[in-house]
């Protein structure tokens, strides 16, 4: 038995560019959690690191660095004794807040193990901008 199949014309299918973008810099280990903890307002290099808990100091650096770069965090030196380093989010950085906000919602309902973050010590680790 003989059966003719006719060609299909379509596009390929495509991922849209500006998602591709968004996700290569936000899918980025850390990046995502850092603008996370950086969303209730200005914060220390030690108090991100505490939050965020597993990140090591270098990656720490260097993630806050690329954030600085594409515009999404500041980068303040205080003025006191010792100088400190604050880190806070632009309007940019801000406008992602309510999007990670959404993700973590949808985590939560529909992920299988949506439980709360543990640090190194095996801690629950609180989320930024929610109260206990």
Not at 45 to 56: P, S, V, W
Not at 73 to 96: F, H, N
Request: negative net charge; aromatic residues 4%.
């Amino acid at each position: 038995m003989l059966v003719m199949t006719e060609a299909v014309d379509h596009d390929a299918r495509q991922c849209d560019s500006a998602l591709v973008q968004a996700f290569g810099f936000l899918g980025k280990r850390w990046n995502a959690l850092i603008l996370s903890v950086l969303s209730p307002g200005p914060a220390g290099f030690a108090e991100i690191r505490r939050a965020i808990g597993a990140i090591t100091d270098s990656v720490l650096a260097d993630r806050l660095t690329e954030l600085v770069e594409v515009g999404l965090v500041t980068r303040e030196i205080t003025d006191t004794r010792p100088p400190g380093v604050v880190y806070d989010l632009t309007t940019a950085g801000r406008s992602l807040v309510p999007v990670l906000d959404n993700i973590a919602q949808w985590a939560r309902t529909n992920m299988r193990d949506a439980s709360p973050a543990r640090d190194g010590a095996g801690e629950a680790r609180r989320e930024p901008g929610r109260s206990e």
